[in-house]
């Protein structure tokens, strides 16, 4: 899904719950836990990858960043899924067909 431009993995995956008669809120939910292991995986990945420069200063640096993003994508995902229960996912769709061709004009694949 990647290769295809302004395809969201969670917009998939909440598309299909809903057609598998699937609640909003509880799609939306399943999205963001599927997202949980890849996303420690890549982190993981990552601090194997550069872990020859981490020393007594980046420590630090890293715990704060990996707090401040925490601490956002909560309040974030809370407001997405307050968002969902009242308003349809139209506007999002919108949003990915529009980066989708963007992106295939800036790429000039069009």
């Keep these: 899904m990647a290769l295809i ?7 998939a995956t909440i598309i299909t719950a809903r057609f598998l008669g699937k609640d909003t809120k509880s799609s939306a939910e399943f999205s963001f836990f599927l997202a949980v292991p890849v996303l420690l995986a890549a982190g993981i990945y990552k601090l194997i990858k550069y ?8 420590i630090p640096v890293l715990m704060f960043g990996f707090l401040v993003s925490f601490l956002l994508c909560t309040l974030v995902i809370r ?11 139209s506007v999002f769709g919108v949003y990915r067909i529009l980066l989708g061709v963007g992106v295939l004009v800036l790429t000039k694949l069009i």
């Design 5 to 11: 431009p302004g395809m969201s993995r969670s917009a």
């Design 51 to 58: 872990r020859s420069i981490l020393n007594g200063n980046t």
């Design 79 to 89: 407001w997405f899924l307050r968002y969902i229960q009242k308003h349809s996912f």
